[in-house]
């Protein structure tokens, strides 16, 4: 059982002006040993077992801009997954999936860039078993 890594892509211009982050965002997802990258819209659903750990990082489209991860909220921080930012320099947070019960959480991402803090909420699909 691989570690999911997801990738949060910001068109942080297209944002900025539309004061839409939905919009102007994807998610592109990979586990370990699939050997290949998924992309979905800001919906996306992370399917993912016990046990297994989530990393995501966030990016601009744009090399001009940045985009930092601030924090999670919503269903799945409340005792499903809570990640934690490992590592300051490379802005990667990772979390556990530790759930009472399968079933689809909800979770928002807080995120700033060029001064502006905007979220979204993608979701994951827990397997217990």
Do not use: H
């Not at 900025?16 to 102007?24: K, Q, W």
């Not at 801009?65 to 499903?80: P, T, W």
């Amino acid at each position: 059982m691989g570690a999911v890594d997801v990738l949060i892509v910001i068109d942080t211009d297209g944002a900025a002006s539309s004061g839409n982050l939905r919009d102007n965002v994807s998610l592109v997802e990979k586990v370990d040993g699939a050997g290949s990258w998924s992309k979905r819209c800001c919906d996306l659903i992370t399917c993912c077992k016990a046990g297994q750990t989530v990393k995501w990082k966030a990016v601009p489209k744009s090399p001009e801009s940045a985009v930092e991860i601030l924090e999670f909220k919503g269903q799945m921080v409340q005792g499903v997954c809570k990640p934690i930012q490992k590592n300051i320099f490379t802005g990667i947070w990772e979390g556990q999936i530790n759930p009472s019960s399968n079933g689809r959480y909800q979770y928002s991402v807080d995120l700033v860039f060029d001064g502006i803090r905007m979220s979204f909420d993608p979701y994951i699909l827990v397997n217990k078993e």
